[in-house]
């Protein structure tokens, strides 16, 4: 299966979940606060729904900078985005 790898930038504690194109960069705004794997859970979570594919986190587990890996063609994620 084709998949796309896409860098990230968290913003926690917000009031809703957001996902942004900026560039290359997705900015994605999660409820969550980075406490003990809760933030990187909902970004899964949420990221899944959203792209409807399986996404594996690959860096960035203590950042605010990750890196992710979408089970999806590049093409079907720009869509989603637009």
Request: hydrophobic fraction near 35%; glycine fraction near 4%.
């Amino acid at each position: 299966m084709e998949s796309t790898k896409l860098k990230l930038k968290v913003s926690t504690g917000k009031p809703t979940f957001k996902v942004e194109l900026d560039g290359e960069l997705l900015l994605v705004e999660i409820k969550s606060t980075p406490e003990k794997g809760k933030a990187n859970k909902e970004i899964i979570k949420e990221l899944k729904k959203f792209f409807k594919s399986d996404i594996k986190m690959l860096s960035g587990f203590k950042s605010k900078e990750k890196i992710i890996e979408i089970y999806s063609t590049q093409e079907k994620i720009i869509s989603k985005l637009s």
